[in-house]
Structures are given as structure tokens and as C-alpha cells.
Antibody, heavy 121, light 108 residues
């Protein structure tokens, strides 16, 4: 089955770190760029960042709100994408979604179910 | 950066009726427009890409149209499972991360 499964969410204090994982199955993970989104309670979708496939350099880009604090990486041998979140703030509280970027163009054709990150003291 | 504006914010429709959702871009995005559906407590799902191409497994009652700056998502006969929030996204201009604020389709 083609799917993405996020893990690693939970309750964390402000200023601390958390690493989310996105495990892919059912497709050739290394062929795809991967992206992370988040959705605060009752709010719309906010793009967090993405990582290109190795064929395109594996480079990353981030939203201004997380740049310098969050890092996306990938392990193609394990079919996992990571979101390392440092210096967490209360406003980072959200459900975090891992997504696959379409091969032909930059829409997001596969989404994980999401993992909740709550930043609170 | 391109701004995507969806209207209306909320659409009240009876089951079996047609729903028409609009998405406007602040500048032309050609046909590089996608639509997503998000049901309560679930992840978004890709419905339409290329403004009018249904994604795999999407029922034919969903159709997309438009190009340039004006786009429409039409649900021809609403089923109970279609009540959800719908988002549009442009991927013509970099960065391809611009989503509309969403239209909630609710039961009338």
C-alpha cells in the first residue's frame, strides 16, 4: 500500500527539541521530493519546508517562520524523511503532515495522517 | 508572492445538490492549480491537479475548471462524505506553497 506514516509527536516544553519521522512505503521514496506541512487547531494549512530528491541535489527550503530552527533530512535507504525541530515555541503547536511532491509538478499527491505536536510548559 | 483567495468561506448545500467553489489567484498561475479535500480529523487529500485532472480514485462528480486567475471546483451531486473543507493551491510560481484559506462545505 502506498502510504506515509508520521511519528514522533507529543508534548514538549518551549525551547526544547523534537524530531518527527515520516516513513514511506509502497513507492520508490528516493525518486520524490518530500514536504512537511502543519495545521494549528482550527486553522488552515501552513507549509513548513521541503527536501528535493537526491537527483536534484537533496536541497531544502523552509518557511520563514521556521527557518534556522527546523531542519528536514532524508534517509533514502530507510524510506524516511525527518523534521528536526529545535527551539520550539508555543506557536509551533500543530498537527504536522508529511507529504509527497508529485513527480511531474509541485502539487502534493500523498499525505500522511499527521502527528500532533504540542508545545507547552 | 501569489495570494490565493477562496470564496465563499462557507457553503451550505443540501445532499444531492450541486456545489460550486471558487479560487482566485492574485496573478496568473496558468493551469497549475490543485484542489484538496480535508474531512474533520483527517489529512488533506489531493482531488484535482492541472486545474481539471482528477487524481487517482477521485469520483467523477468532482470536476475542476479555469485557468489564469479564476478557478472553480464543482461537486455535481453532493454526497454525505463530501462535506469537508476544500483548499486550492497554486504551483505555477516559486515557492509552490501557496494555499487558499479554504471553503467549508456544510450540510444545509
Amino acid at each position: 500500500e502506498v502510504q506515509l506514516v508520521e511519528s514522533g509527536g507529543g508534548l514538549v516544553q518551549p525551547g526544547r527539541s523534537l524530531r518527527l519521522s515520516c516513513t514511506a512505503s509502497g513507492f520508490t521514496f528516493g525518486d520524490y521530493a518530500m514536504s512537511w506541512f502543519r495545521q494549528a487547531p482550527g486553522k488552515g494549512l501552513e507549509w513548513v519546508g521541503f527536501i528535493r530528491s537526491k537527483a536534484y541535489g537533496g536541497t531544502t527550503e523552509y518557511a520563514a517562520s521556521v527557518k534556522g530552527r527546523f531542519t528536514i533530512s532524508r534517509d533514502d535507504s530507510k524510506s524516511i524523511a525527518y523534521l528536526q525541530m529545535n527551539s520550539l515555541k508555543t506557536e509551533d503547536t500543530a498537527v504536522y503532515y508529511c507529504t509527497r511532491v508529485g513527480l511531474q509538478n509541485w502539487y502534493f499527491d500523498l499525505w500522511g495522517r499527521g502527528t500532533l505536536v504540542t508545545v507547552s510548559s | 508572492e501569489i495570494v490565493m483567495t477562496q470564496s465563499p468561506a462557507t457553503l451550505s448545500v443540501s445532499p444531492g445538490e450541486r456545489a460550486t467553489l471558487s479560487c482566485r489567484a492574485s496573478q496568473s498561475v496558468s493551469s497549475n492549480l490543485a484542489w484538496y479535500q480535508q474531512k474533520p480529523g483527517q489529512a488533506p487529500r489531493l482531488l484535482i491537479y492541472g486545474a481539471s485532472t482528477r487524481a487517482t480514485g477521485i469520483p467523477a462528480r468532482f470536476s475542476g475548471s479555469g485557468s489564469g486567475t479564476e478557478f472553480t471546483l464543482t461537486i455535481s451531486s453532493l454526497q454525505s462524505e463530501d462535506f469537508a473543507v476544500y483548499y486550492c493551491q497554486q504551483y505555477n510560481n516559486w515557492p509552490p506553497r501557496t494555499f487558499g484559506q479554504g471553503t467549508k462545505v456544510e450540510i444545509k
